[in-house]
């Protein structure tokens, strides 16, 4: 077992780590013939760097987080921005699905400790995402609960407070080091799971246990493999 704890609980952040995050998929077949191939790899990649900018800041429901970042990096890119399209990027969101693996580790780790979700979904999706992994859940923390987004430090502070535990009794699976894990270590989380899926730099500094397939965080918690 990798932790000599027996946490109260594992808290799991939702999308991008259980939840396959496929918001520039959907950006691409939503905006269509009008994202031009020579700009949609940029255009992409700044709206997620606006996406984590417009998240630090005061709190806006998250069909703002998608619109604002949708309508800064067309201005970057000099693409017109148009609302119902990032509407229906939004709208788009509780449609996906788990990664595969998931739902089974999931109900498996389940078996030896609760499992908690804080997410910077809204609530309705928060819920609607949550169900989609077919998983018992304990507790579903959103951003609208919060009042604030990840990697925020209060949203921490804010889960701390609403599951009544301590820092040391949790562990904490991400697949984001820059929205969960580097704040979690400054709160003191020192158990961490870090799921990598490939989309950000592994931070191994940062003192997580590393996997890259999700079966093997039951594990972790002392379990068999099945």
Same mark, same amino acid.
């Given at each position: 077992?990798?932790? +000599?704890?027996?946490?109260? &609980?594992?808290?799991?952040?939702?999308?991008?780590?259980?939840?396959?995050?496929?918001?520039? +998929?959907?950006?691409?077949?939503?905006?269509?013939?009008?994202?031009?191939?020579?700009?949609?790899?940029?255009?992409?990649?700044? @709206?997620?760097?606006?996406?984590?900018?417009? @998240? %630090?800041?005061?709190?806006?429901? &998250?069909?703002? $987080?998608?619109?604002?970042?949708?309508?800064?990096?067309?201005?970057?890119?000099?693409?017109?921005?148009?609302?119902? !399209?990032?509407?229906?990027?939004y709208e788009r969101v509780p449609t996906w699905g788990p990664y595969p693996g998931v739902t089974e580790?999931?109900?498996?780790?389940?078996?030896?400790?609760?499992? =908690? #979700?804080?997410?910077?979904?809204?609530?309705?999706?928060?819920?609607?995402?949550?169900?989609?992994?077919?998983?018992? &859940? !304990?507790? #579903? $923390?959103?951003?609208?609960?919060?009042?604030?987004?990840?990697?925020?430090? /209060?949203? &921490?502070?804010?889960?701390?407070?609403?599951?009544?535990? %301590?820092?040391?009794? #949790? =562990?904490?699976? /991400?697949? /984001?080091?820059?929205?969960?894990?580097?704040?979690?270590?400054?709160?003191? #989380?020192?158990?961490?799971?870090?799921?990598?899926?490939?989309? !950000?730099?592994?931070?191994?500094?940062?003192?997580?246990?590393? $996997? %890259?397939?999700?079966?093997?965080?039951?594990?972790?918690?002392?379990?068999?493999?099945?």
């Amino acid at each position: 077992m990798a932790f +000599d704890i027996k946490p109260k &609980f594992a808290t799991f952040d939702m999308n991008g780590t259980l939840i396959k995050f496929s918001i520039n +998929d959907t950006m691409r077949e939503i905006l269509g013939d009008r994202l031009p191939a020579e700009v949609a790899d940029e255009y992409l990649r700044i @709206c997620k760097a606006y996406r984590i900018d417009e @998240c %630090t800041g005061a709190y806006q429901p &998250f069909h703002q $987080i998608v619109a604002r970042s949708m309508e800064r990096a067309s201005r970057k890119v000099g693409l017109e921005y148009r609302e119902d !399209e990032a509407r229906a990027v939004y709208e788009r969101v509780p449609t996906w699905g788990p990664y595969p693996g998931v739902t089974e580790a999931l109900n498996r780790l389940a078996e030896a400790v609760p499992l =908690v #979700i804080i997410t910077n979904s809204d609530t309705a999706h928060a819920v609607r995402l949550a169900e989609n992994l077919k998983a018992p &859940f !304990e507790v #579903i $923390i959103s951003a609208e609960e919060m009042g604030v987004y990840k990697p925020r430090l /209060s949203a &921490f502070e804010y889960m701390f407070d609403k599951l009544g535990v %301590t820092p040391d009794e #949790i =562990v904490h699976v /991400s697949a /984001s080091p820059m929205y969960d894990h580097r704040p979690a270590a400054i709160m003191g #989380i020192e158990n961490k799971v870090y799921v990598d899926r490939g989309f !950000e730099h592994d931070e191994h500094w940062l003192g997580y246990e590393r $996997i %890259t397939d999700i079966a093997d965080l039951p594990v972790l918690f002392g379990l068999p493999r099945p």
